[in-house]
């Protein structure tokens, strides 16, 4: 019987705890796509996804949130039901949704940018409440722009009418999920670092 | 919902890698066209690509209903003047085929969802990213499916628990904050501990992968990926 020796690199701590964090982070942005909540201004339900970004952006800080997304947009494009109302596979990455899906990283890292900036992570608790309304502010400003643009690419049409689809009747839900990230930052519970 | 299922189709003794190239080779090709003609080829492309999974196709529609309402406003949109005479149905003709080619792409990745199983996909990922980004990219991904139902059911039990003792009276405010805020809170925990695990069983940086190979069947799907990505250029 062939047999074969070779040594193994352990993966150091101050990676793993981080990469764990994101890991499942990511699972619970694709845990939050499955609870869909009946919104009367569109035919299609709402989800505390967009939530999820946020707090990712604001705990995880720009390296390890925005790979955190990108393990999500991975992971859904393998095939985990994680995608919005828990579909799968590389074709959702093209799909209607698709702008919002690829700015997801982009807006991770953008607010972990303004929030603990390039070196290291710092409790978000101690961030003044006007920085972190900056930083969600321009991450909303950012998906909504990427998600419009794309559809109205995608489907040919005026990039007002696809705002009336995609971004405008979901605005009073986005805000008030603004307003729980930072409720939930303010309430100084979890401490990411 | 789609999702894996085993079987012994076609699609199901293709590597993951050639699946997954043939995914994007169709993508950009049906986002490069919408002359009626290339979309009779990609409907036709489809319709071989889902027999070859054995999709079934009803099921599948079902399973994007919500997408495929999302894409049927926008031609919808695009045929409602603000005047006379209010609806302009050649508007919405282009924007038709525009969603159309997008349900195609939909199905065409629901054929790799259903014959394709995570451990597949993960060494795919592995394989095809090079270096520690790719370990740690594949890792996540199989740790994302492992943990998607456990996280899943910490949200349940959140709700649940919430709704017992008339949560879901509150504002719409308070209750998501509770939702983010405990789900943020039991997710930490999680991770904390699988972070203790992983480093009690040695995870490291150069693990044995499962076997994958390519095999003949792989040669046509893989050359058909190469056409379809050119095709998208011309």
Redesign the interface.
């Known amino acids: 019987m062939e047999t074969e020796g070779q040594s193994v690199d352990l993966v150091g701590a101050s990676v793993v705890r981080p990469f764990a964090r994101a890991a499942i982070l990511a699972a619970l942005m694709g845990a939050t796509a499955l609870v869909a909540i009946p919104y009367p201004l569109s035919p299609a339900p709402v989800t505390l996804q967009i939530l999820v970004v946020f707090l990712v952006g604001l705990y995880l800080g720009p390296y390890w949130g925005g790979f955190s997304m990108v393990l999500y947009l991975t992971a859904g494009a393998a095939g985990a039901p994680i995608f919005s109302h828990g579909n799968a596979g590389v074709g959702y990455l093209f799909a209607e949704t698709g702008g919002f899906l690829w700015s997801f990283p982009l807006a991770v890292v953008l607010v972990g940018l303004f929030v603990h900036g390039t070196h290291g992570l710092r409790d978000p608790g101690e961030v003044s409440l006007p920085v972190i309304a900056v930083a969600l502010t321009c991450a909303m400003v950012l998906m909504y722009a990427a998600g419009t643009a794309y559809y109205a690419w995608l489907i040919g049409i005026g990039l007002v009418e696809a705002a009336f689809v995609m971004a405008i009747p979901f605005v009073p839900a986005d805000l008030l999920k603004m307003a729980a990230a930072v409720a939930i930052v303010r309430a100084g519970v979890i401490d990411p670092t | 919902?789609?999702?894996?299922e085993p079987d012994e189709t076609l699609a199901h003794c293709l590597d993951p890698r050639s699946k997954?190239a043939f995914?994007?080779g169709f993508?950009f090709t049906?986002?490069a066209h919408?002359t009626p003609s290339a979309l009779v080829a990609l409907t036709a492309l489809t319709a071989v690509v889902l027999v070859s999974a054995r999709v079934a196709l009803g099921r599948t529609l079902y399973?994007?209903r919500?997408?495929i309402?999302?894409?049927a406003?926008?031609?919808l949109?695009?045929a409602l003047t603000l005047g006379a005479p209010w609806v302009e149905p050649a508007a919405a003709v282009?924007?038709a085929f525009?969603?159309y080619r997008?349900l195609l792409?939909?199905?065409?990745?629901?054929a790799?969802?259903r014959s394709?199983p995570?451990r597949d996909?993960?060494a795919a990922?592995q394989r095809t990213v090079p270096g520690r980004a790719g370990r740690?990219?594949a890792?996540?991904?199989a740790?994302?499916?492992r943990?998607?139902p456990?996280?899943?059911a910490?949200?349940r039990t959140i709700?649940e628990a919430m709704a017992a003792r008339l949560g879901d009276e509150r504002s719409?405010?308070e209750r998501?904050?509770t939702?983010?805020?405990l789900?943020?809170?039991r997710?930490?925990e999680?991770?904390?501990r699988?972070?203790l695990a992983?480093?009690a069983r040695?995870?490291?940086?150069?693990p044995t992968l499962p076997h994958l190979a390519f095999t003949r069947l792989d040669a046509p799907v893989l050359a058909l990926a190469v056409v379809l990505v050119a095709s998208a250029a011309v």
């Not at chain 2, 792409?105 to 629901?110: D, F, K, W």
């Open positions: 919902m789609v999702v894996y997954l995914q994007f993508a049906a986002l919408t399973a994007y919500i997408p309402v999302v894409l406003v926008g031609p949109l695009a282009d924007p525009a969603s997008v792409i939909l199905l065409v990745s629901a790799y969802v394709t995570v996909s993960r990922i740690l990219l890792t996540g991904v740790l994302v499916f943990f998607l456990v996280i899943t910490d949200l709700r719409a405010l998501a904050g939702i983010g805020l789900g943020l809170s997710a930490f999680r991770a904390d699988l972070s992983l480093q040695c995870f490291s940086w150069n």
